[in-house]
C-alpha cells in the first residue's frame, strides 16, 4: 500500500511494508531534490537520503531497465 498527498511545495508519498517487517517509507518530493526517509528503532531517529529529482528520476528508470549502463537523456 502507498500513499500521495500534494502539498503547495512538494508531494509526499508513503510507502508500507504490507509484511510488517520494516517500517514506513516516506518519500517528499520537491521541484529540484527529494528526500526519502525511514525510521529507524535501533537509534529512535529518522534515516535521511537527499537526491537531486534527476537521481530520482533515474532511480524510477532503472525499475524498467534491463541488466547494463544507462545514459538518461534529458
Request: net charge negative; charged share 25%; hydrophobic share 35%.
Amino acid at each position: 500500500m502507498y500513499t500521495v498527498e500534494f502539498d503547495n511545495d512538494c508531494t509526499e508519498i508513503v510507502v508500507l511494508d504490507d509484511s510488517g517487517q520494516f517500517e514506513d517509507c516516506l518519500i517528499t518530493l520537491f521541484d529540484d531534490y527529494c528526500y526519502i526517509e525511514q525510521h529507524c528503532n535501533e537509534t529512535d531517529s529518522y534515516q535521511r537520503i537527499m537526491l537531486t529529482s534527476e537521481m530520482y528520476y533515474k532511480i524510477m528508470m532503472a525499475w524498467q531497465s534491463t541488466e547494463g549502463s544507462w545514459i538518461v537523456k534529458k
